[in-house]
């Protein structure tokens, strides 16, 4: 390939009038878009790609760029529209993929589900530097995601009964007690660190985690702990998914998530594969498609309804909050909210300890996640003074109790650019730029390209809104200084 992601077909050339209209109407120079996309490949590691404005040119006149090109060029204008833009939606071609390695619709079986993780969890430790996996899946969307997802609720068949335990001689490769300990501790450890210093910093290591762990599935185990094993792997590959989406590797997300819940099936733990889903819920509202947000999180909730513990609850009826905000219907925004906080009211009663994966889901969280969603109405009803005055004290509580959070950095990062984002509503940009910056002082410490994103976003709005500022003015000065346009492979 070469280092300009050109070398497409020449031949009887035409304007490509598809990707013209999006990009006319991105607002972006021609420069603009190369430096985006150069930028997109070296978080790849497709460190080869050097894209420039004749490059651009020539796209728009018709040259179909070679991969990872087209896949960069489909998350960039996904994530600038807040809506999925197919390669295909681009007038470009999208490259073949093989069922393990593209896709969402996957085999319900044990067997299978180890074997695609391993294919893919090999194929994101070995390409992805390159640039090659990450930026070669396709985002699934509306019935193309939801049916294979509803197939989770399909009761799996009755297992066999287990055999013997087999002599000393062939048990070799068995797991003890204090190794799957190990095993799960690791994973708790993993998502401590992704916690406090964003996804980009150990993803990696946590894919090549999944892997092992999916070697030790392909040995002979016994039942209950082939159970154990698939609920690691789900957790690795739920985290390794959540990872990639904070550094904004979009259908790897996807997949991981996917192949995430495939494994909580197998491991027979429903709250496990509800929490996979509210995480491909927030994916959906991040993509600017609440309605298939909508539908995971109802599956979430219809799945796990007998056994899911109040915590969990809680944070599904916040991300049915978030979703049906996204959507405009404040009403069943506002009743979600409700269920949320009353639900959380009951967290001590329950008898069991709450799995590690949604111990995050604190008081702080709460607030945030419903201030959130008061937010999004503000946006959705035309910057609403009424949803933005709301938004505000949940907001503020959020941020109080995360200052006082070390674990959970990136959490307090994003409720400052939210509380940001609030007072631009309010027409306060004094106040949003001191928030703002608070946020780009944390957004240094951690490796996450989504708080990245949502600062240049805000510095973005209060400089359209109220260039003229002086703090407004010192903010985006100090953006260009703390959060240059680069970014480390990932």
């Not at 939801?146 to 062939?170: C, D, G, H």
């Not at 928030?435 to 780009?440: G, I, P, S, V």
Request: hydrophobic share 40%; charged share 25%.
């Amino acid at each position: 390939m070469g280092g300009n992601g050109g070398g497409g077909t020449n031949a009887d050339k035409r304007p490509n009038e598809l990707l013209g209209s999006w990009f006319v109407r991105s607002g972006w120079s021609k420069g603009e878009l190369a430096r985006q996309v150069n930028r997109r490949a070296r978080q790849l590691g497709a460190n080869h790609i050097s894209t420039d404005t004749s490059r651009v040119r020539r796209w728009l006149d018709g040259e179909n760029p070679r991969e990872p090109i087209p896949r960069i060029l489909s998350e960039l204008f996904s994530e600038r529209f807040g809506c999925v833009v197919a390669v295909e939606d681009l007038g470009l071609r999208a490259a073949h993929q093989s069922p393990s390695v593209s896709g969402v619709d996957l085999p319900w079986t044990g067997p299978g589900t180890v074997a695609l993780i391993s294919e893919y969890s090999r194929s994101d430790l070995m390409l992805a530097r390159r640039g090659f996996l990450g930026s070669s899946l396709a985002l699934a969307a509306g019935p193309a995601l939801i049916e294979p997802m509803q197939r989770w609720l399909v009761p799996s068949p009755m297992a066999p009964p287990e055999e013997p335990e087999p002599s000393t001689s062939v048990r070799r490769g068995r797991l003890s007690k204090p190794e799957l300990d190990l095993l799960e501790s690791t994973t708790v450890m993993f998502r401590q660190w992704d916690a406090q210093c964003g996804g980009g910093l150990r993803r990696k290591a946590v894919v090549g985690q999944l892997h092992e762990v999916t070697d030790l599935l392909q040995e002979p185990q016994p039942a209950a702990t082939n159970r154990r094993l698939f609920k690691v792997a789900a957790e690795l590959a739920e985290l390794a998914g959540w990872m990639s989406y904070d550094v904004g590797l979009q259908p790897t997300a996807q997949k991981y998530f996917v192949l995430a819940l495939h494994a909580a099936k197998e491991a027979g733990d429903k709250p496990l594969g509800s929490y996979v889903l509210s995480s491909m819920s927030r994916q959906m509202i991040h993509l600017g498609r609440p309605e298939d947000a909508l539908e995971l999180i109802h599956l979430a909730q219809y799945g796990s309804r007998d056994c899911a513990s109040p915590r969990t609850q809680s944070m599904l009826y916040a991300m049915e909050a978030r979703a049906y905000a996204n959507m405009g219907q404040p009403g069943k925004c506002k009743r979600a909210v409700r269920m949320a906080e009353d639900t959380f009211s009951d967290v001590h009663e329950w008898d069991d300890p709450d799995p590690d994966w949604i111990r995050f889901f604190s008081k702080a969280e709460l607030y945030g996640e419903n201030s959130h969603s008061y937010r999004d109405l503000a946006y959705v009803a035309g910057r609403s003074p009424t949803y933005a005055s709301m938004a505000e004290p949940l907001m503020q509580q959020a941020v109080d109790l995360f200052a006082k959070d070390p674990e959970h950095q990136r959490s307090y990062a994003l409720n400052l650019i939210g509380m940001a984002t609030v007072h631009l509503l309010q027409r306060e940009p004094e106040k949003s730029a001191v928030r703002a910056k608070e946020a780009m002082s944390y957004a240094k410490k951690v490796r996450s390209e989504r708080v990245n994103t949502r600062i240049r976003k805000t510095v973005d709005t209060a400089a359209r809104d109220f260039g003229d500022l002086a703090e407004v003015v010192d903010l985006t000065d100090q953006l260009a200084v703390d959060l240059p346009e680069t970014a480390e492979a990932v």
